[in-house]
């Protein structure tokens, strides 16, 4: 039986920190199983030349501070596990989140909140959603629970619950706004027929089982509730040739892609039209979508879209490594020199304005049936 989602708000005491203790390492990818989905060896970032100087901060400076946040708190789910001197969430159900939690990290999630509302013209959501009848709202993997609070500011009758494997929201929120421990891919505890309106956002890399997520959603939805997913593709494409085969933007979406693929936790929402095969599962009706190209830097002409390029941009900028160092220095095997290395090229080539590469956004909703 799943266990009830923890508040966050009755795990405050006056003990000592729970201790930070490293993560198990999983069974990296072999050179084999690397060559056969066309990955380059991560030497192959090594050796070649950087034109111009392109670095990425580790971060290690900003570490110093957070564990004092947490000197009296004693749960388990404070017991972060350590990679390469970023920390990630500690023993939460069946959860391996990717996204390190520590400061750093939050920041870049802050940053992430507003290029995703800049993805959606300053919206929260896009769901028909009627004001008068929203009364009680899920976010599913809260983050830095920036969406929740400025959902709960826009709807203050309404009771706005956030979920995260990581203790890491503020502690001053509208009081109509409350952050929850819990696992997205456990069995959810929530009774039937709860919410008018659930929202998920970014979930790549996190569900185990798309399918069963939304039929955890539809049961806990009421009757004419809406279920919201904004969603991801992998790949960095170009529709002019650009992003040329064997470049590091090229070998973006297969990194993510076998990383995911080896934790059992699939990146390619998009590519596999997860979001809409999961609602359509589970029973949803009068499904919508819209999908929106996401160019990567400020290459594009027209003003709008380069401004989503932009937000975008600097918010992955922002922790680079971070992004990128559970899956490539634990899952792939990969030293962190040559992540370093591999996120140095990124970077000079999503800023090359002759690089003409972007990806694919996707917002879904569908309806419980009245």
């Known amino acids: 039986m799943a266990s009830s989602p923890k508040s966050l708000k009755s795990d405050q005491a006056s003990n000592p920190p729970a201790p930070v203790v490293s993560a198990p390492s999983p069974a990296p990818l072999t050179a084999e199983e690397q060559h056969a989905a066309g990955l380059l060896p991560a030497s192959h970032w090594a050796a070649q030349p950087l034109e111009e100087d392109v670095t990425v901060d580790d971060g290690a400076s900003s570490l110093g501070s957070f564990t004092s946040t ?34 750093r990290h939050v920041e870049a999630m802050e ?5 995703m509302m800049v993805q959606l013209d300053g919206k929260l959501y896009l769901s028909p959603l009627d004001k008068k009848k929203v009364q009680k709202v899920l976010d599913v993997g809260t983050g830095s629970g920036l969406w929740a609070i400025d959902f709960a500011d826009e709807y203050p009758h309404a009771e706005v619950i956030g979920t995260d ?13 409350k952050f929850e421990i819990d696992d997205c891919n456990l069995d959810w505890t929530y009774a039937d027929d709860s919410f008018d309106f659930i929202h998920m956002r970014m979930l790549a890399g ?6 069963k997520l939304f039929r955890n959603a539809f049961r806990c939805s009421k009757p004419g509730g809406y279920v919201e997913s904004l969603g991801s593709g992998i790949h960095l494409l170009s529709d002019d040739g650009s992003v040329k085969e064997g470049t590091a933007m090229h070998q973006w979406g297969k990194v ?22 999961g609602m359509e599962a589970a029973g949803f009706v009068d499904i919508e979508f819209k999908d ?30 971070g992004y990128m160092n559970y899956l490539c220095n634990l899952v792939m095997g990969w030293t962190p020199e040559e992540t370093k290395r591999f996120a140095a090229h990124a970077k ?15 917002v879904m909703y569908g309806r419980k049936p009245e």
């Open 70 to 103: 947490t000197a009296s708190l004693t749960s388990s789910i404070y017991q972060y596990r350590t990679v390469h001197g970023r920390t990630y969430h500690g023993d939460v159900g069946n959860a391996e989140s990717w996204e390190p939690n520590d400061q």
């Open 111 to 115: 940053l992430f909140h507003h290029a």
């Open 165 to 177: 494997v990581s203790p890491i929201q503020p502690s001053w929120v509208p009081p109509n706004v």
């Open 206 to 211: 996190v569900v185990t089982d798309w399918e």
């Open 256 to 277: 993510f892609g076998e990383a995911g693929k080896k934790i059992g936790r699939h990146f390619t929402v998009y590519e596999d039209d997860l979001q809409r095969k």
């Open 292 to 321: 929106i190209q996401c160019p990567l830097g400020v290459w594009h002409p027209e003003k709008k879209a380069a401004e989503r390029g932009l937000w975008y941009k600097l918010a992955i900028e922002e922790d680079l490594e």
């Open 348 to 362: 000079k080539e999503w800023n090359n304005p002759k690089i003409h590469g972007y990806f694919w956004l996707r």
